[in-house]
């Protein structure tokens, strides 16, 4: 009969602590690139699907609302190859995530016309933005570009 090995709670902490240390050292050293464009790449998919989810409760009302689920392909794509590509994470990542910078930018322009459009507008904020379209929301697809963007700025892991 073979016996299976369980690692001690010591272990498994030396083990966890070395990870954090190792993920630490590489970001203080500014080589992250390849981490932080899988994260991209992940990020903008739960983001996306999240804007999706919104965006069909609200009927796809204006057809702005269809924009972030067209550019988060290229995203995820160029992501992807940035993991496995210094060309990737130099060339397309910035080019796409700036893209997806763009269009988060733009939708908090078209929250706040939403709310702006409301039944007394701005003037009745404290009802209209709780109500409206959520202002700070496409804040989250600006981030999520903005891991892209900073991903091409920084050096790859080895």
């Known amino acids: 009969m073979s016996r299976i090995k369980t690692a001690s709670?010591?272990?498994?902490l030396g083990e966890a602590t070395y990870i954090i240390?190792?993920?630490?050292?590489?970001?203080?050293?500014?080589?992250?690139?390849?981490s932080l464009s899988g994260l991209?790449?992940?990020?903008?998919?739960v983001t996306t699907a999240e804007i999706y989810v919104e965006h069909y409760r609200a009927s796809f009302?204006?057809?702005m609302m269809w924009s972030p689920i067209l550019v988060t392909p290229p995203v995820v794509v160029a992501g992807i190859g940035g993991i496995f590509s210094r060309r990737w994470a130099k060339t397309w990542l910035p080019l796409t995530a700036g893209i997806y910078t763009?269009?988060?930018l733009v939708g908090?322009?078209?929250?706040?016309?939403?709310?702006?459009?409301?039944?007394g507008g701005w003037s009745l904020a404290s009802y209209n933005v709780p109500m409206g379209p959520p202002?700070?929301?496409?804040?989250?697809?600006t981030i999520v570009g903005f891991l892209g963007l900073l991903a091409a700025l920084l050096r790859r892991e080895r």
Do not use: C, W
């Open 135 to 141: 202002i700070l929301a496409p804040g989250l697809m």
């Open 102 to 104: 763009l269009n988060g």
């Open 9 to 12: 709670h010591g272990e498994v």
């Open 21 to 34: 240390d190792k993920i630490v050292s590489e970001v203080q050293h500014g080589t992250f690139e390849r």
């Open 108 to 119: 908090e322009y078209y929250h706040a016309r939403g709310v702006a459009r409301r039944p």
């Open 61 to 63: 009302g204006n057809k």
């Open 40 to 45: 991209t790449a992940m990020a903008a998919l």
